[in-house]
């Protein structure tokens, strides 16, 4: 299990989705926060045993908040 910290320091909600095994969004096996105010933190639990590339996203922001977990 790997655990997140999510941290929105910026002026507007975010959450954190990290695709599953089948690495698209939007699918049963999404790992997903709820919104994460300005100011506040969350925690989001994974559970992904095979080593891998997994995109991740903001909801809120798809097209300019993306990057890619590496698990090793």
Avoid at 6 to 31: C, M, P, Q, W
Avoid at 36 to 50: C, M, S, T
């Amino acid at each position: 299990v790997l655990e997140i910290e999510i941290r929105n320091v910026g002026t507007v909600a975010h959450n954190l989705r990290v695709s599953g095994l089948d690495k698209e969004y939007d699918t049963r096996d999404d790992f997903a926060s709820a919104a994460v105010k300005p100011g506040k933190e969350a925690r989001l639990l994974l559970k992904i045993d095979d080593p891998g590339s997994y995109p991740f996203r903001c909801d809120f922001h798809p097209q300019q908040q993306t990057g890619v977990l590496v698990l090793r």
